[in-house]
């Protein structure tokens, strides 16, 4: 059996906490493309290297490099965001990349097409709004979930607020970020890397909170799972899962679907420490040498749930309690206006692919702008990379529902089957996918 | 050097010493007269063609002839001069402009000078030198010189044979007295030319009598030499294009076959070569004069078809005043009449007008013979060579651009790009030979740091300096600074440089991608950016190598005063003179068009 190290172990470990050689690879004009270590770290910074395998052999032969270009995905908890943020996700999207949005199913927006010089600039105008790609396709926990709850709007906002707390309390410490993309100051040295330490983890970690009877984030495949559990509109805490995923890697059939493991219920204050505890022993203990067999899942399935529990206990320094009992009824996205039982109304809107843009038949970009011009409420991404208009007041439902169906956001005519399909971003230029 | 023996015993008075002297008398010891007679044509054919052999310093020559060229055709003016002067027992020196010293001005006694005119009235790269030296303060007086000039130009450009003229006033201002008044010779150059040569070797004749000439000329017997008149017949093994199909140009790679016995050179040398015009164009010709494509025709000696004539041996695509003129008398209408009689309008005309555009607005009659004698011969067209020998040893590769341009509601396509991206096709036939570029050369020594700056096709000629490098595996710091359009369109020859880059071979790649960008940068704005750096080299020894369109080396230019000025601590005046310094030591070459 091969038993050496990951090779992206190594880059990981060299990279002075994620810094590689961005800087150098972004001075670089001459290639489009980092370098191959860099386009490894880049994805802790939120972007991938892609590059349009239709065309690499056309290209060859005219003696140019790949047709390289990026994609950035941000980190927003819970797919929440304020019309003014989404005025500069527009603009940005329309400026420095390829002209379009897309939706994805982890709750956040991808930019495509980026080019090596229009990433820095990117990143530092939604940055300037409050958002930024930290994580979104690393080695470490990823844009955290939160069921979009549009009839409970009170719940979804206490809720929320935690799906934030454990997305910055799992965040990478270094100053990497700052330092390129942002021109912050570089640090001396003496930094650390308290929770992830310098090899960060065998792999992405995704976490979601569900919210019952709804479980639109699919919370049982997810690495961490919180499911809330409420009375009479109160929080009393969380079920905790662990271990969850449903990618396979195709004919190696050591590898499987997996659906996660109750651990037991805890209340909201241990919420950070768990999720803590869960992800270090996930670095001690998951697989470096094998990227096939690193996600928690495998972890769990080698130690056993119960040394695990016990493992995550003692890190968290809690116990668990018996977990309380739920019961999951939904899943999926309820198109149209509903109203939540403080009178606001939200709307839903079907997005095919989760893709926004501007075509021939329909100004999806352009209604979503013209409707972020005017809305005072919030976005909310669905986990079914739908787009939720949340909050409206009574007087403005006409006006929002003309603008939506002006610019094709919104129509009677669809099909059942059009509307069940999520598709995955599979383009030529996408290797894995949505992530 | 005059090298003329009649008999062993008696030995005219001579410029070598004891120990050449007694070698000399070695080797041709046993001769028969035939012999003797043989070797003395040979040996002054290899002083002709060598001119680097001849010519101690302090040895007053008795007639200099003197070429500069860019494309070779003053070269081969003054060749024809040379043979016809040797013919008749005269021994010129045959010298091109940068093997020149000016200062040896002063003790010449008949200078024939031949040139053309360069840029926008300049004179060829290699006379540069010999300019400054005339426009300087250190000239001394050329009172015992006569001259005469022969100046190669096109009257299409403004600043017609200009070269000529200012090399006149400048001899005429130093005393220097004319043997002939200037002959300004238009594009079809061939029959000025030969009067030209009677007239001179008859001045020639007049002042230095044949007495004084004791060298009796044989054939030269020079291996076949391919040149614009005998082009060597390359096969295309390859054609690509190399810019996206959303690239605003169109520039392909080709590659062609020679044979390197018969095709011989160096990295900065260009490819004359000839061409076959549009047979759709020429269909359209033909039908709008009502002339058969059988026609028969003569071309000089060569009888042919008139659509071969029009096809391989007439120049279409460049349209020449001259032509207009001719074909204005054949017609009645007022307004091309007028228009013949003022050159700048003339000028405007042909400056985005090919034959075709003329035929189809001013129909007249004409017949074949008629046609083909107001046309000018074909031109050939210079590309920079983008390969080098020591690297593949029998081919040839190129850089073109597809001219394209609309005017006059019609898609004009350049003659020689049109043919060479768009008709020719693998195993298809170019006639071709190489042009020299003496004045811009990989630096003698290795490792002399280079910096390379061209703009689009302007690049190739850097393609070949870096092969040649890596083949030898010999190179110093290189610097490469390359603009375009689009990064992603048209980054010329990118992955070659990658992989320079990679192998260390390159050091620093510079870029200017105009429309990549709101704010247009171009090179010089690039260098201009990088000028501290630039500076630095320099001051390293840096060769600095400039290729590419006129406008492209005018602001180059522009920055080279700007940095000498904001990192060399120079004045307007003092930068300049650096500059030129830096030309005189062969550390500033360009190779424009
Ligand atoms: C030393 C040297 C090196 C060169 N190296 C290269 C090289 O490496 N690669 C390369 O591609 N070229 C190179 N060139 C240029 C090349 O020789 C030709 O001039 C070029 O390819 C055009 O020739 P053509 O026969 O296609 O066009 P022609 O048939 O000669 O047509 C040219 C004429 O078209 C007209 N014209 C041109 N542009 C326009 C316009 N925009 N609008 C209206 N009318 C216009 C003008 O009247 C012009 O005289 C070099 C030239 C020189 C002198
Ligand atoms: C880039 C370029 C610029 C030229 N500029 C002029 C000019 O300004 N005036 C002129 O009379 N001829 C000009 N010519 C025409 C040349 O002088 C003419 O073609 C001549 O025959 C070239 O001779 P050579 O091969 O010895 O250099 C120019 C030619 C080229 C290629």
Redesign the pocket.
């Known amino acids: 059996m091969d038993i050496k190290l990951n090779p992206n172990e190594l880059i990981k470990a060299n990279s002075r906490y994620l810094r590689g050689t961005l800087k150098q690879s972004m001075a670089d004009q001459a290639s489009g493309a980092l370098s191959a270590d860099d386009a490894q770290i880049s994805k802790f910074h939120g972007f991938y290297e892609q590059d349009d395998r239709d065309l690499r052999l056309t290209r060859q032969q005219q003696f140019l490099e790949p047709y390289y270009s990026f994609m950035l995905r941000a980190r927003l908890p819970g797919g929440v965001c304020t019309p003014q943020q989404w005025l500069t996700i527009d603009t940005v999207g329309r400026d420095l990349g390829n002209g379009t949005i897309r939706l994805t199913t982890r709750q956040t927006f991808q930019y495509h097409g980026i080019l090596k010089a229009n990433l820095k600039p990117l990143i530092k105008r939604i940055n300037q709004v409050m958002i930024d790609s930290i994580g979104g396709c690393g080695d470490v926990n990823r844009n955290v979930l939160c069921n979009p709850n549009p009839e409970d709007s009170s719940l979804h906002q206490e809720v929320h607020l935690w799906a934030k707390r454990i997305s910055e309390h799992l965040l990478p410490k270094t100053r990497a970020y700052h330092e390129i993309w942002l021109d912050g100051e570089a640090v001396a040295g003496g930094e650390t890397e308290p929770l992830y330490g310098e090899t960060y983890l065998p792999r992405k970690f995704k976490t979601a909170i569900a919210i019952p009877p709804h479980n639109d984030v699919d919370v049982y495949t997810n690495d961490l799972g919180f499911v809330a559990i409420t009375e009479a509109d109160q929080l009393l805490g969380f079920n905790v899962l662990a271990g969850g995923g449903m990618g396979t890697t195709h004919e190696d059939n050591t590898t499987f679907p997996r659906l996660a493991d109750e651990l037991g219920f805890i209340p909201p204050e241990h919420t950070l420490a768990v999720a803590e505890a869960v992800v270090a022993v996930q670095r001690d203990f998951g697989d470096r040498i094998s990227r096939r067999h690193a996600r928690l899942k495998y972890t769990i399935e080698r130690m056993g749930v119960t040394a695990f529990k016990a493992e995550v206990e003692k890190r968290a320094g809690i116990l668990f309690e018996t977990a309380k009992p739920v019961s999951f009824t939904s899943q999926g996205d309820r198109y149209g206006w509903v109203e939540d039982n403080r009178g606001q109304w939200h709307l839903t809107l079907y997005i095919e692919n989760g893709r926004i843009a501007d075509t021939p038949e329909a100004t999806l970009m352009s209604g979503l702008r013209e409707i972020a011009g005017i809305h005072q409420g919030d976005f909310r991404i669905t986990p079914n990379q739908n787009l939720i208009v949340a909050r409206v007041p009574k007087a403005q439902k006409d006006r929002i529902e003309q603008l939506a169906r002006q610019h094709g956001l919104l129509s009677d005519h669809r099909s059942p089957t059009r509307l069940a399909s999520i598709a995955c971003v599979a383009l030529p230029t996408c290797p894995q996918g949505n992530g | 050097m005059e090298v003329a023996f009649q008999n062993r015993e008696r030995v005219p008075q001579h410029p070598l010493d004891d120990l050449q002297l007694t070698r000399l008398q070695q080797a041709i010891d046993g001769l028969n007269s035939d012999q003797l007679v043989w070797a003395s044509g040979y040996l002054a054919a290899l002083a002709a063609y060598q001119p680097k052999l001849k010519q101690a310093a302090n040895e007053s020559p008795a007639l200099t002839l003197l070429y500069a060229t860019?494309?070779g055709n003053a070269r081969s003016v003054a060749e024809q001069l040379a043979d016809r002067l040797q013919a008749s027992g005269y021994a010129p020196r045959l010298v091109s402009a940068e093997n020149y010293r000016p200062r040896d001005l002063s003790k010449e006694k008949l200078l024939i000078v031949v040139i053309s005119t360069q840029g926008e009235g300049e004179p060829p790269e290699s006379a540069y030198g010999l300019f400054s030296y005339l426009q300087g303060k250190k000239t001394s007086s050329l009172s015992d010189l006569r001259y005469a000039i022969f100046a190669l130009g096109d009257s299409?450009y403004d600043q017609y044979c200009q070269a000529g003229k200012t090399l006149e006033q400048l001899l005429d201002a130093q005393g220097a007295k004319r043997l002939l008044d200037r002959v300004d010779a238009d594009v079809d150059y061939q029959p000025e030319a030969e009067n030209w040569q009677q007239q001179i070797h008859s001045a020639v004749k007049q002042h230095q009598p044949e007495e004084q000439a004791r060298v009796i000329p044989l054939q030269r017997s020079a291996p076949v030499r391919h040149d614009r008149n005998n082009p060597y017949q390359a096969e295309l093994l390859e054609r690509r294009r190399i810019t996206t199909d959303d690239a605003l140009s169109e520039?392909h790679h080709l590659s062609l076959e020679i044979d390197p016995q018969l095709i011989q050179f160096q990295p900065g040398d260009?490819l004359g070569l000839y061409?076959r015009n549009d047979p759709a164009m020429i269909d359209e010709l033909l039908s709008i004069t009502g002339l058969s494509c059988e026609a028969k025709v003569t071309l000089g000696d060569d009888e042919m078809s008139l659509s071969r004539a029009l096809c391989e041996r007439l120049e279409l695509?460049?349209?020449h005043p001259s032509v207009v003129r001719a074909w204005s008398s054949l017609t009645d209408d007022h307004r091309l009449h007028a228009l013949s009689e003022n050159i700048e309008q003339l000028r405007k005309f042909?400056?985005?007008r090919q034959l075709i555009d003329l035929v189809s607005t001013f129909p007249a009659d004409v017949d074949a013979q008629g046609l083909v004698k107001l046309l000018h011969h074909q031109q050939s067209?210079?590309?920079?060579i983008?390969s080098s020998q020591h690297a593949i040893e029998d081919e040839i590769h190129?850089?073109?651009?597809t001219?394209q341009?609309q005017?006059h509601d019609r898609n004009?396509?350049?003659?020689?790009?049109?043919d060479l991206t768009r008709r020719i096709e693998e195993t298809d036939r170019v006639g071709v030979y190489v042009v020299e570029?003496p004045s811009f050369r990989l630096p003698t020594s290795p490792d002399t740091p280079m910096i390379m700056v061209g703009a689009g096709?302007g690049i190739?000629p850097y393609r070949a300096f870096l092969q040649q490098q890596e083949s030898l595996g010999v190179h110093g710091r290189n610097w490469l600074v390359f603009g375009n359009r689009h990064f992603h369109r048209d980054f010329l020859y990118q992955t070659d440089w990658l992989n320079y880059r990679k192998s260390g071979l390159l050091e620093r790649i510079s870029l200017a991608f105009s429309r990549d960008n709101q704010e247009r940068t171009y090179v010089q704005a690039r260098l201009y950016e990088e000028g501290a750096e630039l500076y630095h080299w320099l001051q390293e020894g840096a060769h600095l190598y400039v290729c590419g369109g006129v406008e492209m080396e005018r602001g180059v230019y522009q920055s080279l005063l700007a940095i000498a000025q904001t990192h060399g601590g120079h004045d307007d005046a003092s930068a300049a003179e650096y500059i030129e310094s830096l030309r005189i030591q062969g550390r500033y070459q360009r190779?424009v068009?």
């Open positions: 860019q494309s299409s520039v260009a061409f695509t460049q349209l042909v400056s985005d067209r210079l590309y920079s983008a190129l850089t073109v651009a001219l341009y005017s004009h396509l350049g003659g020689a790009s049109g570029n096709t190739a190779d068009y």
